[in-house]
């Protein structure tokens, strides 16, 4: 009778111990930007929280800043049709309101700039980045 009493309270504290661990490793939720096509425009939108974001350009790095030093933190993802979705950045030192910038883990290409509708005050910094007229 004690082995059975003792076999169960370790199965508890087994159980316990485990479910402990799997809640601290859980990943951050992000919110998402949902990516619309403007077909009208011919481009891809992002929206989130009431702001529309348009393709600006490509960040390749070629330019004197690393992607490490352009982004900050990540903010959000890029919900996408299909697996995986795209990380979505604020860029150090502007509003994301206004400005961000996404990267893809698995294609390793350039990273969209995307501007917000109505942002009109191009910064120098990212003006030498555009690519598009939306």
């Known amino acids: 009778m004690k082995r059975i009493k003792f076999i ?17 490793n859980s990943q ?6 949902l990516e619309t096509a403007n077909s009208e425009l011919g481009c891809v939108e992002l929206n989130y929280d009431s702001v529309t974001y348009r393709p ?8 004197t800043l690393t992607f490490s030093e352009f982004i900050g933190n990540q903010i959000g ?3 996408m049709e ?12 502007y509003n994301s309101k206004e400005w961000i910038v996404d990267y ?8 969209m700039i995307f ?3 109505g942002v009109t005050d191009i910064p ?6 555009k690519q598009y007229d939306f």
């Open 115 to 117: 501007k917000a509708v």
């Open 82 to 93: 299909t697996p995986p979705p795209i990380k979505i950045y604020e860029i150090k030192g």
């Open 77 to 79: 993802i890029r919900k």
């Open 8 to 24: 169960f309270f370790s199965l508890i504290i087994l159980q316990l111990t485990l479910t402990g661990c799997s809640n601290s």
């Open 124 to 129: 120098p910094q990212l003006a030498k980045y």
């Open 28 to 33: 951050t939720k992000y919110p998402e930007y």
């Open 56 to 63: 600006f350009g490509v960040f390749g790095g070629g330019g």
């Open 104 to 111: 893809d883990d698995v294609l390793m290409g350039g990273n």
